[in-house]
T-cell receptor, first 113, second 115 residues
Framework: DQQVKQNSPSLSVQEGRISILNCDYT??????FLWYKKYPAEGPTFLIS?????DKNEDGRFTVFLNKSAKHLSLHIVPSQPGDSAVYFC????????????FGQGTTLQVKP | NAGVTQTPKFQVLKTGQSMTLQCAQD?????MSWYRQDPGMGLRLIHY???????DQGEVPNGYNVSRSTTEDFPLRLLSAAPSQTSVYFC??????????????FGEGSWLTVV
């Protein structure tokens, strides 16, 4: 039973445009949501997170939106750059379970010059 | 990926062989964990540890053993390798309390092929 789902395996956008990556979850007990970026042959690196008590968190070109009623979050990248091309994983944490991440399947983003 | 070191980077095993994936961190983190990444599956938690001497199972623990004799090290053992264990393995570490994701560090990965 996949508790965190990324239903789009891939996404292709033009440089300078907005990239929107989506994630759905099933467990309302998740306390924190995170996005990780992964390049080939490297480990995941933290990108941005959001607490379950917030609906938006922004960090430079990256913004994460959380819709608790829909159990849905999204990552917006504006403007997209070719260096953003990578696999993006959505992940969730339960309260008090630091580090025990539940990951989605990942979405491969390609930003074309 | 600073601070979490995994070895080996690549390994080919024959079915039935045993091996140990090593993971070490130098950040004095209490929490360490092992994930495997498979196509279309994301990263799945194998085992984790909240401190020396304490380990527990994650989502996919079968076929793997772990131990935590020191804070720094968290080896993952495959007792009798099977082709289904062909995967990329990631070790991660973090503080036990107060983490919001930006203090969870991953190693660079270990590519394992079982033939």
């Amino acid at each position: 039973d996949q508790q965190v789902k990324q239903n789009s395996p891939s996404l292709s956008v033009q440089e300078g445009r907005i990239s929107i990556l989506n994630c759905d979850y099933t467990n309302s007990m998740f306390d924190y949501f995170l996005w990780y970026k992964k390049y080939p042959a490297e480990g995941p690196t933290f990108l941005i997170s959001i607490s379950s008590i917030k609906d938006k968190n922004e960090d430079g070109r990256f913004t994460v939106f959380l819709n608790k009623s829909a159990k849905h979050l999204s990552l917006h990248i504006v403007p997209s750059q070719p260096g953003d091309s990578a696999v993006y994983f959505c992940a969730a944490l339960f309260a008090g379970n630091t580090g025990k991440l539940i990951f989605g399947q990942g979405t491969t983003l390609q930003v074309k010059p | 990926n600073a601070g979490v070191t995994q070895t080996p980077k690549f390994q080919v095993l024959k079915t039935g062989q045993s091996m140990t994936l090593q993971c070490a961190q130098d950040m004095n983190h209490e929490y360490m964990s092992w994930y495997r990444q498979d196509p279309g599956m994301g990263l799945r938690l194998i085992h984790y540890s909240v401190g020396a001497g304490i380990t527990d199972q994650g989502e996919v623990p079968n076929g793997y053993n772990v131990s935590r004799s020191t804070t720094e090290d968290f080896p993952l053992r495959l007792l009798s390798a099977a082709p289904s264990q062909t995967s990329v393995y990631f070790c991660a570490s973090s503080r036990l309390q107060g983490s919001s994701g930006n203090t969870i560090y991953f190693g660079e990965g270990s590519w394992l092929t079982v033939v």
